[in-house]
Structures are given as C-alpha cells and as structure tokens.
C-alpha cells in the first residue's frame, strides 16, 4: 500500500477510533440495589429477579448491574415497596397486592378473585389500560412499575382439615394474600398476612390452621406436606397472580434511555418466561406431592358459589367506598366481561373436551 492510501485508511478510521469512548461516556456505569419479597429457596420467584437483573446487565455490557437481596437481607419480604418509595433501595420485586393496607387499588395490579387469568391480565396491562392505571398509582409512592412475572392459576392452600362446606371455614385461621383475606372474612375465616418465609413454622406450631402460596413447585420446596396434608384447588382468588419490578422514581428518571430500555425488555421477557417455568415444573412436583401423602381435593360447588357471591358484594363496597378503586375496576370488570365471554367459546369449550377426551383415553 503506498503512503497517500495508508493516509486515506488512517482518515476512514479516525471517526470510529473517536466515536467508541464517546460511545462509553454516554453509558455511565450505573450500580443499584434491588431487594425481593421472596426467600431464595423459592428459585422461581427469586430467580426470575436475578434472571431480570442478569439480563439488564448482559443488555447494557456490564455498565448497568443491579445487585439482588432475598427477603429478610435488607428489608422484609412485605416491606419491598416502602424500601423503594423511600430510597433505602433502589428497586425490588413484589406483588402489589400485599401493600392493599395502604390502597385497596393496588390488588387489581397482582390479582383479583374469579378475576382475569394470565394471558388476559397481560392483554389488559397491555392494551386494556392497565399499565396506564398503575402508573398512576404507583407514581403517587414514588414508584416506577413494570409487570414482571406471573405465577399462572395457583392452588387453593394447604388445610389440616378437609373442607367440605361453608361452615368449615369459620374461625379458620388462613394465611392468604390481598383483598382474598377480606373475602375469606366475609366467608367467617380469620384471615393473616404472613411473609413467605414464615409460612411453614406458622403451620407448624399451630398458628395458623391453612395456608396458601403458589403452586405445586414452590409449596414442595417449602415442605407444607409435611404439616397440613389437604391440598386444594383451584386458587380461585388467583387465577394468576402479575408481580412487578418497582423503581424508585428519582433512580429510574437519572436511567440513561438505553437502561430504561433494557430493564423494560428483561422484564418483559421474565412475564412470559415465569409463567413457562411453572407449567413445566409444577405437574412434575404435583405427582411426587401426592406420592409423599397430599391428599388432592377441589373445593366443593357450594363454597366457590358462596365465594363468588361475596367477592361480588366486597367488590360493590370497596367501590362504593373508594373513588380510586372504583375506577380501577370499571376498567377491569369491563375487560374481564369481553375476555371471559372470548374464552368460553374458544379456549374454555376446547379445554373442557380435550382435558376430559385425554384422562379417558388413558
């Protein structure tokens, strides 16, 4: 190559050689701490948080890492969003409905008895206006939310004792979650809200008389079998179950776009992915859940229609009673009125066939 090409070479480079530590300075190096409401042995939940987290820095090459912490390391499992909302952390990974002490409005965001199922949720946060309402809830606490993970349809708990009535849930003394507790109220349970880690010596020592969780998978990692052997189904008061990964609101809006980007696309893959690993891994600790003594049950015909009757009735009286809820619900009630009649006539008619078709063949 003679000198007046080498030169022209040396020019053509020049650009790229300046743009790539401008390229660096314009991605600063962003370091958060983010904390679960859920323990680490339950590696789905705790997992998909550091599968998020991974992805956010495999996305941004390295510059934006956010270190995770299970529930109990820096704050409690049920204590996530006031952590966020004050700063003491930067983000976590929870579900909006345990925080209904503070606003009723932010069950609808996680779950809602006999409410909308997994795929419509995320049909309704999508295109239904729901991201729309939670933001501007979330916003009030200082909070930038993004829906990241579902469980699916979860089961209906662990009981001492078998139910096979109404009457039997008086005085009952369950641990359940969101605005069900106030449902199981009206049903004459004593309803609680325990932390996912204390679940188990709860049950143990006789505090608590039944449980509920998530599913097959999670309740064989925390031994529920091994104190209360009737497991029932369905979870009709979570029919999915949406959590989120919040933002303090001052951390998220100093995000360069791009981190803004990459923890949206991370999060919206976890909200596909969460809900693959549960169907993939539930059936299988199903089986070896009652192979080590669950005795499966589903519960009886008059206790869902009791249920849904007064889940209608709280409903009315929340609204009644708050502007904000009521207008969350106008929305949700809408939506789940379309998809539930959508799905009858082509996902429900199907299921109800195939299911049936399948357990007769074998």
């Not at 891994?281 to 003594?293: C, E, I, K, S, T």
């Amino acid at each position: 190559m003679n000198r007046r090409a080498m030169l022209g070479a040396a020019a053509a480079a020049a650009p790229l050689a300046l743009a790539t530590p401008a390229l660096a300075q314009a991605n600063p190096e962003v370091r958060w701490r983010a904390a679960s409401s859920f323990p680490r042995v339950f590696d789905v939940l705790y997992g998909t948080f550091e599968k998020i987290t991974a992805r956010v820095a495999q996305l941004t090459d390295g510059k934006f890492r956010i270190q995770t912490f299970p529930a109990g390391e820096i704050v409690g499992g049920l204590q996530v969003l006031d952590a966020v909302q004050a700063g003491t952390i930067e983000a976590g990974h929870t579900a909006s409905y345990y925080y209904i002490g503070k606003e009723p409005g932010f069950a609808p965001f996680t779950a809602m008895a006999f409410g909308l199922n997994t795929r419509q949720m995320t049909s309704w946060f999508r295109y239904g206006g729901g991201n729309q309402l939670a933001a501007e809830l979330f916003n009030e606490y200082n909070i930038h939310g993004i829906t990241a993970g579902d469980t699916g349809a979860q089961m209906g708990g662990w009981f001492r004792n078998e139910i096979t009535s109404v009457d039997q849930l008086r005085g009952l003394k369950f641990r359940i979650t969101g605005l069900a507790g106030q449902l199981f109220t009206r049903l004459g349970a004593a309803p609680t809200l325990i932390a996912p880690a204390d679940i188990y010596p709860s049950l143990e020592r006789g505090v608590i008389d039944a449980a509920e969780f998530v599913g097959p998978h999670d309740d064989e990692r925390a031994n529920y079998v091994r104190v209360a052997r009737f497991y029932y189904a369905p979870g009709f008061w979570e029919p999915g179950a949406r959590l989120h990964f919040m933002s303090n609101m001052r951390a998220w809006n100093a995000l360069p776009d791009l981190y803004k980007h990459a923890l949206e696309v991370a999060c919206a893959e976890a909200d596909a992915d969460m809900v693959a690993r549960y169907d993939f891994l539930n059936p299988q600790a199903l089986r070896r859940l009652v192979a080590a003594g669950a005795q499966l049950r589903f519960w009886p015909r008059p206790v869902l229609e009791a249920a849904w009757k007064a889940n209608e009735e709280m409903n009315a009286d929340l609204a009644r009673g708050n502007p904000r809820f009521a207008k969350i619900m106008e929305s949700y009630g809408r939506f789940r009125t379309e998809q539930f009649q959508w799905f009858r006539i082509a996902e429900n008619s199907y299921d109800n066939f195939a299911f049936s078709a399948a357990q007769t063949v074998r």
